[in-house]
């Protein structure tokens, strides 16, 4: 079973700077994309940034210059750097992986994680 576990998420101060981490367990070998979505009550999910295993990156308009993915393959962790936040940022932040080579069993296509609350308000 692989499970991804996100942390960093709170309340900040419009202005302000969140990161956020999202770590993989299991019997992981590799994961090829990993991912950070964010949803709002009434909204669907919407992608904030992606990045594949060879360190591509791919952000939504909203988050360009102001948010950084990064990734550590080693640890299967997933990071969001998020800058200059602004109260439309608030939104539960989740973690997706695809594409996951276990050591043991079938190619996983997606997990999601739970999820984080960040909240940017004064």
């Known amino acids: 079973q692989v499970q991804l576990v996100e942390s960093g998420g709170g309340l900040v101060q419009p202005g302000g700077s969140l990161t956020l981490s999202c770590a993989a367990s299991g019997s992981i070998r590799s994961i090829n994309a990993m991912g950070w979505y964010r949803q709002t009550p009434g909204k669907e999910r919407e992608l904030v940034a992606s990045i594949t295993r060879t360190k591509y990156t791919n952000y939504a308009d909203s988050a360009k210059g102001r948010f950084t993915i990064s990734r550590d393959n080693r640890k299967n962790t997933v990071y969001l750097q998020m800058n200059s936040l602004r109260p439309e940022d608030s939104a539960v932040y989740y973690c997706?992986?695809?594409?996951?080579?276990?050591?043991?069993?079938?190619?996983?296509?997606?997990?999601w994680g739970q999820g984080t609350l960040v909240t940017v308000s004064s």
């Open positions: 997706n992986a695809e594409g996951i080579s276990r050591t043991f069993g079938a190619l996983m296509a997606e997990v």
